[in-house]
């Protein structure tokens, strides 16, 4: 994975040596409100980042780190997310990849989506609308991927906001880990009509 720049943010991968900083991301329940819902541990955290190592090593995917040029801070995580599901009664039920345990037939669905998560001392700074168009825009200009969604739990306000800056557009109702979602999404040749 390459390293992306913006005006004020570096998105690099991760590395062994930004456990810590993981420990604090993942260790505020301000920020994992909306995305596993509980805190991660130590351990969790170790594993999760072995297994984000992994995803670029296997296809370029995963969370970059997030940090500030102007200290070198790190702010948060931005980046490229494999989510499964299939339908049930008429509704979509997503899972991120490692806890899909639904179908693995004709009715799998797939959807590449585009995550973020800052420290509460990064929010109300446009952060995640900078770094999330920097993923984006690379995803459909250098990856070329057709499609990239947002999967964004109903009650979380500040990402739907950050999704209708990018551009993405609300695409329908879903859940996401059995809570309440919305999808937001965007294709390529929307992105690129609105932004050439």
């Known amino acids: 994975m390459q390293t992306l720049e913006t005006e004020r943010l570096l998105l690099r991968p991760f590395r062994p040596e930004d456990i810590d900083f993981l420990d604090r991301l993942h260790g505020d329940m301000e920020v994992m ?3 596993l819902g509980r805190l991660r ?3 969790e955290n170790v594993a999760w980042l072995k297994l984000v ?3 670029h090593e296997r296809d370029g995917t995963g969370p970059y780190l997030i ?5 070198d801070a790190p702010l ?3 980046g490229f997310s494999h989510f499964y599901g299939y339908e049930k009664d008429g509704v979509d039920y997503f899972y991120w990849e490692k806890v899909y345990n639904g179908p693995e037939d004709e009715r799998k669905k797939a959807k590449l989506e585009i995550g973020y998560s800052f420290v509460p001392e990064a929010w109300g700074h446009g952060y995640a609308t900078e770094a999330a168009r920097a993923i984006v825009d690379f995803g459909f200009r250098e990856r070329n991927y057709a499609y990239l ?3 964004i739990i109903a009650a979380n306000t500040a990402s739907i906001n950050v999704a209708e800056r990018l551009g993405f557009t ?3 109702d879903l859940y996401v880990h059995n809570q309440p979602a919305l ?3 965007c294709s390529r040749k929307e992105w690129l009509n609105r932004n050439n």
């Open 33 to 35: 409100r909306y995305t």
């Open 41 to 43: 541990s130590h351990e």
């Open 53 to 55: 190592l992994g995803l």
């Open 67 to 71: 940090v500030r040029k102007e200290d």
């Open 76 to 78: 948060g995580r931005c």
């Open 149 to 151: 969604c947002a999967l």
């Open 170 to 172: 609300r695409r329908g």
């Open 183 to 185: 999808e937001y999404g």
